[in-house]
C-alpha cells in the first residue's frame, strides 16, 4: 500500500486529494470515490483485493473526509469535490476508470457532464440525478446527535476514520454531508459519454430515485444494470459477495478492449 499525502493546492477553487493506492503500478489507474461520512477505504473495502488484481487503485478522500481537509476559503459543496476530483483526473496519465458511490456517484456524473474524456470507464452505486424525498430521508439520518443516541458504535468508527482532521471532525463530517450537497445533473449532457458504464443499485435502496437509472440508460446505450436482491444503499459493502463477481466480470471485459 502507498499512501498519496494531502497537497495543499494553491488555488481557493479546489483542495487535492489524500488517495490510498493498492495494485501494480503498472496496472491501468481506477479511482473509487466514498459515499456521505465516509472514506475511499471504508466504502470500498469489500472490493480492494479483487480490484488491485487489475488496478492501480486510488482509494479517495473526497475534500472534508479521512486525510483529505475541506477548504476554507470556499463555500463547501459538490463543487469542491469536483474540483478536487477534476484535478486529482488530470494528473493522470490519460482517461481514468472511475467507480463512485452515492456521494462519490454523483461528484463523477457532475464531471462527466463536463469533461467525459476523463474517463475510460464509469461505475456508479447508488445514485440519483436529481433531489427526491428518498435522498432527503437518508441524509436526515446523518444528523450528529441521532447518530450518537442511535448508533454508538458506528459513530465511534466514524471517529476514527476521520479523525486525522480532528478529534471531533466527524461531527462536522456528518453535518456537511447531511446540508443537501447538489446532486442534480443535466442527463442530456451524461450523453457525450461513450465509456463503458455499469449502474449498479439495491432493489430496496430508498435513496435512489424511481427511474432515475433508466434514464441514464436512455442515454447510455452501453450502459449495463446490476439490481442487487435484498440490497438496500451501500450494496459494495453489504452485499459485497454478489457486487464482487459483477465488477471482476465487467472489468475483465473492459480491460479487454
Known amino acids: 500500500m502507498i499512501l498519496v499525502p494531502f497537497i495543499e493546492a494553491k488555488s481557493v477553487a479546489f483542495t487535492s486529494m489524500y488517495a490510498e493506492l493498492e495494485g501494480s503500478q503498472d496496472a491501468p489507474d481506477l479511482i473509487c470515490l466514498h459515499g456521505g461520512v465516509g472514506t475511499g477505504r471504508y ?16 482509494l479517495a478522500d473526497l475534500p472534508g ?41 454523483h461528484t463523477a456524473l457532475a464531471l462527466v457532464a463536463e469533461r467525459p474524456e476523463l474517463f475510460a470507464s464509469l461505475v456508479l452505486v447508488g445514485v440519483s440525478v436529481r433531489r427526491h424525498p428518498g435522498l432527503e430521508d437518508w441524509r436526515g439520518l446523518f444528523q450528529p446527535d441521532t ?15 476521520h479523525a486525522p482532521l480532528g478529534e471531533d471532525a466527524w461531527r462536522d463530517v456528518c453535518l456537511r454531508d447531511s446540508s443537501g450537497l447538489e446532486v442534480d445533473v443535466d442527463v442530456e449532457a451524461l450523453g457525450a459519454l461513450d465509456a463503458p458504464v455499469l449502474l449498479i443499485r439495491g432493489d430496496r435502496d430508498h435513496v435512489v430515485g424511481p427511474g432515475h437509472y ?3 440508460r436512455e442515454v447510455w446505450e452501453q450502459a449495463d444494470e446490476l439490481v442487487v436482491p435484498k440490497g438496500a444503499h451501500d ?8 457486487v464482487r463477481p459483477a465488477l471482476a466480470d465487467f472489468y475483465d471485459e473492459v480491460l479487454k478492449d
Open 65 to 105: 473526509h479521512g486525510h483529505t481537509p475541506a477548504p476554507d476559503d470556499v463555500e463547501y459543496g459538490r463543487d469542491v469535490h469536483v474540483a478536487a476530483l477534476t484535478e486529482y483526473l488530470e494528473e493522470r496519465d490519460g482517461p481514468s476508470h472511475v467507480a463512485g458511490f452515492s456521494m462519490g456517484g
Open 235 to 242: 450494496v459494495q459493502l453489504t452485499r459485497s459477495v454478489i
Open 147 to 161: 447518530l450518537q443516541e442511535k448508533y454508538p458504535l458506528w459513530v465511534r468508527q466514524l471517529a476514527k476514520i
Open 43 to 58: 466504502h470500498w473495502s469489500k472490493q480492494v483485493k479483487m480490484l488491485a488484481e487489475r488496478f492501480r487503485v486510488h
Open 214 to 216: 433508466e434514464e441514464l
